[in-house]
């Protein structure tokens, strides 16, 4: 990265807009921080995800192209979540959009901790003395490849646990089945309603299990179904995406 502020446009998915505003403020917070320039389009709409998983990938045209306009501006764009970060890179109608315009905007977007580690190369230090657990995200994981699967022959990394491993006084879990599906899937959890449910519980008890403190991640719509299956069961356990910790840690 050159010396220049990057000037950032911070795109904050429709459900952390809705019932996870501090997601994006710590966001937004801990972007500036680090050095950058962030604005925060007042225009911007959904990416059109929901639309193209439900199958109507055309009726996505309009969202994208909106997007690509009011994003083509800046010198990245980052975002809290790693499904519609996916999205945008990988699922926009290319067929019916200036293909130029988004070739440029592909090369530009970023997950949350991907910008910081990949772009920034930076080193987060402060204090967040919790066990934590953290999720990894499918679109994330496998899509964004922010981590090692473990069904690839690959050596272990994971850019979330590069950021908070610096963090004193973290206590990093490692999980029985660290990169296992939570059973959200976005319309997938409405279908398929009684599989998602016993896919999250699955998932929550492999944190339960090693005394996790708070659960965390870099996809709200994931911590958001789990946190509601913990939440009606009754478990001990505390959710925050990985931008609120960081956040709080190096305050």
């Known amino acids: 990265m050159s010396n220049q ?8 998915p429709c459900y952390v807009d809705q019932f996870y505003p501090n997601v994006g403020i710590a966001s937004l917070e801990l972007l500036e921080k680090l ?38 501006e800046f010198d990245y764009v980052v975002a809290p979540s790693g499904s519609c970060i996916m999205h945008v890179k ?18 530009k977007v970023y997950e949350l901790t991907e910008f910081i580690t990949d772009v920034l190369k ?11 657990g953290y999720h990894s995200s499918c679109h994330g994981l496998r899509g964004l490849r922010l981590g090692a699967s473990t069904e690839l022959n690959v ?3 994971n850019k979330a646990k590069q950021l908070l491993q610096g963090l004193d006084g973290l206590d990093w879990v490692e999980l029985t089945r660290k990169d296992e599906c939570c059973g959200f899937g976005g319309t997938f959890a409405v279908s398929e309603e009684a599989l998602s449910v016993q896919m999250g519980k699955d998932r929550l008890a492999d ?38 910790i960081l956040n709080q840690a190096i305050q």
């Open 35 to 72: 050095g950058c320039k962030v604005s925060y389009p007042q225009n911007q709409t959904c990416c059109g995800q929901p639309l193209a998983n439900s199958g109507y990938e055309r009726d996505t045209i309009g969202s994208s192209e909106h997007f690509i306009k009011t994003f083509g």
């Open 155 to 157: 050596s272990p990394f």
């Open 207 to 244: 944190h339960l299990e090693k005394d996790v403190e708070i659960l965390t991640g870099g996809d709200m719509s994931c911590i958001m179904h789990l946190q509601g299956i913990s939440s009606r069961n009754k478990q001990p356990l505390k959710f925050m995406h990985i931008a609120e």
């Open 122 to 132: 930076a080193e987060i230090k402060g204090k967040f003395p919790h066990r934590i």
């Open 5 to 12: 502020t990057p000037h950032v446009g911070l795109f904050i």
């Open 90 to 107: 990988e699922h926009f109608p290319p067929e019916f959009l200036d293909q130029n315009a988004y070739k440029e905007l592909q090369g």
